[in-house]
């Protein structure tokens, strides 16, 4: 039965890329009990053969059965086994995005249904801690219209997490060139980025598989118009970012170099929670090595009470390149292209404080020429996306009420996969100092932006600014303020309801879920390398 219970989970996978939820639900909720149905023949047939065993000792020693009825149950059951616990995973997202949409949008206690049935599925799966419903279930838009109508979290005056957003953060003629940059027949992709992210053979590589590149920054006090023309289109991006975010974050002014780097995904791509750090010394950290004959290496101890190990950058900064075409369009103010957010939560790695202290976080929803710029030590990610959906309701259709035209509103094509459908998203990191990898390597951390020699790099070349370039300023967003989430980490009440599998569900997880009740279980798992 596994072939056709692969088929329908496959099936539903399928119906949610195309944004029937709802269907998709029904499937995977078919899939999770046929596996439960399998795994419970098998467990009979299991014992059923013991007995066979036993009877016969003449053929089969002890045990030579029970080695025999280990592979049985490998051969027959693991398969299932794996389908039962990435069925039951996906289930329990899109339940807490129904959950969470339905009551964003609608404000409606039927939400509560779906969320008990994914708390029921996640302690099974043994998790004890989850992001609430309400960053799953993200609003379509931040418009500040559907905000007022639907939002159920009060905006405070000020941010309690030390982040802004920044609009037209890059004056057009900067922008388009890098727009240009990151366009999807651009080298880049090709001759970097593919490999980067394509399985490899050396151990060295694998290690080393994320990559980023340094740029050296001018001094600040340097009048920016009178400066020798910058090595590429990203310091031109960088410099001006940096003149923006002093008045925001005054740290940012001793900044020496900046790190940048590229993630290309699909509508509905999310990313884990993570935080971003000098990734050299921290694996240098783990093999104790950061004071064994690495003196040419920069190495900053951003807090001193912190582990040695630990350095953030002063400022870390998303800036939104391309959103997807096909994306969900909102009824209200009638903007579309936003797809899933940025999540910013309060909570540091290098704040070993209280959990109660960090319970809160923010959303940033994409938009081109976007800057998010946060406090470089905060715990960040992308939350999974919810794709469109689909409705037997036309958007003309007088009879649907505003709510359901505005939860089901959509262009009616399916989102695509390609190239072209693809958010880009350009990440800075504003640092004192930091480790660099050395300059022979190709792919790593920080290699310095100099030292590249390959073709893709002509791509970036700088672009002429005039004078009102140089003293461009974007808009300050408060959209932040009106999509605080608070509590972000909510606990998953513990009942005996069996369990579905061991600690392998973590394997899928992007960090949304954890097994522990303490959301610092993050911050052991990223210094550890897990």
């Known amino acids: 039965m596994s072939l056709m219970t692969e088929n329908l989970l496959l ?9 029937d939820i709802d269907t998709s639900i029904d499937l995977l909720r078919v899939v999770v009990k046929q596996c439960n149905a399998d795994l419970q023949i098998d467990e009979k047939k299991s014992t059923a053969d013991d007995v066979d065993g036993e009877e016969d000792e003449k053929k089969s020693t002890a045990d030579d059965v029970a080695s025999t009825n280990e592979c049985r149950l490998e051969s027959d059951s693991i398969v299932v086994l794996q389908l039962r616990e990435m069925a039951a995973y996906q289930l329990a997202v899109l339940l807490l995005q129904r959950s969470g949409r339905r009551c964003n949008l609608i404000n409606i206690n039927d939400s509560d249904v779906d969320e008990t049935e994914a708390n029921n599925i996640l302690s099974k799966l043994g998790y004890k801690l989850r992001l609430s419903k309400l960053s799953f279930g993200y609003p379509i838009c ?6 007022k109508r639907y939002n159920n979290t009060q905006p405070t005056a000020s941010s309690p997490i030390s982040a802004v957003v920044i609009d037209d953060i890059l004056p057009l003629s900067i922008f388009n060139a890098l727009q240009h940059a990151y366009r999807p027949e651009s080298k880049y992709w090709s001759e970097l980025y593919s490999k980067v992210n394509s399985a490899t053979t050396t151990e060295n590589v694998k ?17 920016t118009s009178s400066q ?10 960088a410099i001006l970012v940096q003149q923006q975010l002093k008045d925001e974050f005054p740290e940012i002014r001793h900044a020496t170099s900046v790190e940048v780097w590229t993630h290309k995904r699909p509508p509905d791509g999310e990313h884990q929670l993570h935080y971003d750090m000098d990734e050299i010394r921290l694996w240098k950290h783990r093999k104790g090595s950061v004071n064994q004959g690495e003196d040419r290496a920069k190495r900053q101890k951003t807090n001193p009470k912190s582990n040695d190990g630990i350095s953030c950058p002063i400022v870390s900064c998303v800036l939104t390149v391309n959103i997807p075409t096909k994306q969900l369009g909102c009824s209200i103010c009638g903007k579309t292209g936003n797809s899933n957010p940025t999540i910013v939560c309060n909570q540091s790695i290098l704040d070993r404080g209280s959990t109660d202290s960090f319970n809160v976080g923010c959303l940033c929803y994409p938009y081109p020429n976007r800057l998010l710029a946060f406090e470089g030590s905060l715990l960040h990610g992308v939350i999974p996306g919810i794709p469109q959906e689909s409705s037997a309701t036309s958007d003309n259709d007088e009879s649907s009420s505003d709510e359901d035209s505005y939860y089901m509103h959509t262009s009616k094509t399916s989102p695509v996969n390609d190239d072209v459908n693809q958010r880009v998203t350009l990440m800075l990191g504003f640092w004192k100092d930091v480790c660099l990898t050395d300059n022979s390597a190709v792919i790593g951390p920080n290699v310095p932006f100099d030292s590249v020699s390959c073709s893709w790099k002509e791509e970036f070349n700088p672009v002429d600014m005039k004078e009102s370039d140089f003293n461009h300023s974007g808009t300050k967003n408060s959209q932040l303020l009106n999509n605080i989430i608070d509590p972000l980490w909510v606990s998953i009440d513990e009942e005996d309801f069996g369990k579905y599998n061991a600690a392998d569900s973590a394997k899928q997880c992007g960090r949304f879920f954890l097994e522990s009740t303490d959301s610092r279980e993050i911050d052991t798992k990223v210094l550890s390398g897990i």
């Open 11 to 19: 099936q539903a996978q399928t119906l949610r890329l195309d944004g």
């Open 142 to 147: 931040n418009c500040n219209r559907q905000q």
């Open 207 to 223: 290690k080393n598989q994320f990559t980023s590149h340094n740029i050296t920054l001018p001094p600040s006090n340097i009048n």
């Open 228 to 237: 020798s023309l910058p090595s590429s289109i990203l310091e031109q991006v």
